[in-house]
């Protein structure tokens, strides 16, 4: 095996600043008026609509369709955000391909869907641009305060609904930022104009939230004094444990979790300060792998490489966000385990990996072995609940929190949803289910 030569330093501002401004402009414009009128004449309107029972926050699609068609765009908004409150930022980044669009009835018959996620975008960006009168309006105070821990998807929906409901809401969480990875774990290019925090401004606007940014659970707040002076807590916690490579790993800006390089990204003043590689690895398979690597690319890197460990069939990141990774010049490695990070003179210089096969079911490493050539190394092969911080004892199924299907976990006051609840599909617009279902079974609870 070849020895790669020592790289350059990593650097930012590898791009002119009309080159970035191209690279991390929306990835998905909005539909023209005309264009979204166009959409909406085909869509069949259909009775029990498949497209409806695919989406997890069971949004009647073809009411909002149907009213987009007929120009009004503040009910087809309304249509949408009573379901789904974060139903602008889902238009962006929810996986339409395989869930309402692919459900799509039009896909039997011409192989193209209704293009859902757009005219969800379209009708959803009309109303934030001009939002008039407030949409909903909260019910009166009920007496009762609820402690949400965790502003990411999950959270944000479950105090928006608890707070319509008529409930004092506290939302807890670590960020200076609300938005979880809405605003801290998502492509750049797919929520471009600081959208996500226009919409939590929206959210907020019902009333009756009271925020506390910067406030850890297990430091600045515990969960046993919460059950205490709180009638009900709903935990939001995402994800904060990041999987490792389980190989030696420098810790430094050459090898790091991908999560960390996109959160970089995201909260970068411009994407000129971001230092990045010529020759970047990424380790993984999923969204969060597609997005570090698009954006390496993006960045100015000159060759990104995805290496995967099984097959294309089984990456988490969809064959839309594959085909997306290559056309934006990212190589795809299949069957390949890392072995070994080649470090010279403190300086990343490539990964070992390790040829893998499927024997009789199971995936195994062959004695085959590849090198490939890297200044920088990202990491993303999925990230871990950390129960420590709950300091109460809950009961965990995989890792995560148990609950029954509307949340409740096995403490009487305390429901979870998101990331951090087990038998979730990590979607943002799972977690959006998650908390207005719970907040829905809080209620009730609490009016027993």
């Not at 009573?82 to 692919?102: D, H, I, K, S």
């Not at 479950?158 to 008529?166: F, P, S, V």
């Not at 790993?249 to 990204?265: K, Y």
Request: glycine share 10%; hydrophobic share 40%.
């Amino acid at each position: 095996m070849s020895t790669p030569q020592v790289p350059p330093p990593l650097a930012a501002g590898r791009l002119s600043q009309a080159e970035y401004a191209h690279n991390f402009a929306d990835a998905h414009p909005p539909l023209t008026p005309v264009q979204a009128l166009l959409e909406a004449e085909r869509c069949y309107y259909c009775h029990d609509a498949p497209c409806t029972t695919a989406c997890p926050t069971g949004i009647d699609i073809p009411t909002f369709i149907a009213r987009i068609a007929q120009h009004n765009l503040r009910g087809a908004a309304r249509t949408i955000l009573e379901e789904n409150v974060l139903g602008g930022m889902c238009a962006r980044v929810c996986p339409t391909e395989v869930l309402c669009e692919q459900a799509c009835v039009r896909c039997t018959q011409e192989d193209k869907p209704v293009e859902i996620g757009l005219l969800q975008r379209h009708a959803t960006d009309a109303y934030f641009a001009k939002p008039g009168s407030p949409l909903f309006t909260r019910a009166p105070a009920s007496g009762k305060r609820v402690a949400v821990v965790g502003a990411g998807p999950a959270g944000l929906s479950c105090a928006h609904r608890l707070a319509l409901l008529g409930h004092a809401v506290t939302l807890f969480d670590d960020k200076p930022k609300l938005g979880g990875l809405n605003e801290y774990g998502l492509a750049a290019y797919k929520t471009v104009d600081g959208f996500a925090q226009k919409e939590i401004d929206w959210l907020l606007s019902i009333g009756g939230i009271e925020v506390r940014p910067k406030h850890s659970l297990g430091r600045d707040m515990h969960l046993d004094a919460l059950t205490r002076d709180y009638d009900a807590v709903f935990l939001g916690l995402g994800l904060a444990g990041v999987n490792t490579l389980g190989i030696a790993e420098p810790v430094d800006a050459a090898a790091r979790a991908a999560v960390d390089f996109i959160a970089e990204l995201r909260q970068a003043a411009t994407p000129a300060e971001v230092v990045v590689g010529r020759r970047v690895v990424v380790i993984g398979g999923g969204m969060t792998a597609v997005d570090a690597a698009v954006q390496s690319r993006l960045l100015g890197a000159e060759d990104v490489t995805m290496v995967y460990r099984r097959g294309p069939e089984a990456m988490s990141a969809s064959e839309f966000e594959q085909q997306w990774a290559q056309t934006h010049g990212v190589r795809i490695k299949h069957w390949g385990a890392p072995q070994q990070m080649l470090i010279a003179d403190g300086r990343v210089l490539g990964v070992r990996f390790a040829r893998t096969a499927l024997h009789d079911g199971r995936l195994v490493e062959t004695e085959e072995r590849f090198d490939v050539d890297a200044d920088m190394v990202l990491t993303a092969i999925g990230q871990c609940f950390e129960a420590q911080p709950l300091g109460v004892s809950l009961a965990l199924k995989g890792g995560r929190i148990a609950t029954d299907a509307e949340g409740q976990s096995s403490h009487p006051k305390i429901w979870a949803g998101g990331d951090c609840r087990h038998g979730g599909r990590d979607l943002t617009v799972e977690a959006v289910e998650h908390g207005k279902v719970a907040a829905i079974a809080i209620d009730r609870s609490l009016r027993a």
